[in-house]
């Protein structure tokens, strides 16, 4: 069983603990009582899906043997304009970095996190539309460019 508390220091400022040790300050925005000094609740959502899928596609990557050398997910989403203000559309965009790597190989690892691996995914897949793209980029030649 995974485990979390919260702990109140002050207006809306809590610090967050997860049931491995490791912690964050998680804040609120000034109009709602916050100093503006941690991550909101919903921006760690969508932290946890980029975090999760990332981790699906290097380890799929490096099974089919892949040569990546960067990976940037970055994840954008739009909320209800109702509460509870759940995310109803998000967008990912996957930025794979390496040498000669194989599209195919790059697609399949993305779709294998989306459909199977990624639980992050498929809670938010219940309220929100998940769309994606992916960027591939050829290492040896960002290196010659730079």
């Not at 089919?64 to 995310?87: F, I």
């Not at 990912?92 to 190989?105: D, H, M, N, P, W």
């Amino acid at each position: 069983m995974k485990t979390a508390k919260v702990t109140w220091i002050e207006g809306m400022q809590f610090v967050a603990e997860a049931g491995s040790g490791h912690a964050i300050v998680i804040d609120g925005e000034p109009a709602s009582g916050g100093r503006d000094t941690g991550t909101r609740p919903m921006e760690l959502v969508l932290e946890g899906l980029a975090g999760c899928t990332a981790m699906d596609v290097i380890h799929i990557l490096r099974r089919k043997r892949q040569d990546v050398t960067g990976l940037e997910v970055k994840v954008e989403g739009e909320r209800a304009d109702t509460h509870p203000k759940v995310y109803t559309r998000i967008h990912i965009t996957y930025i794979v970095r390496g040498r000669q790597l194989s599209e195919k190989a790059v697609h399949d690892a993305v779709n294998l996190s989306k459909d199977k691996y990624c639980s992050v995914s498929a809670m938010l897949k219940s309220t929100a539309d998940i769309s994606y793209n992916v960027i591939i980029e050829d290492a040896d030649n960002a290196e010659a460019n730079a």
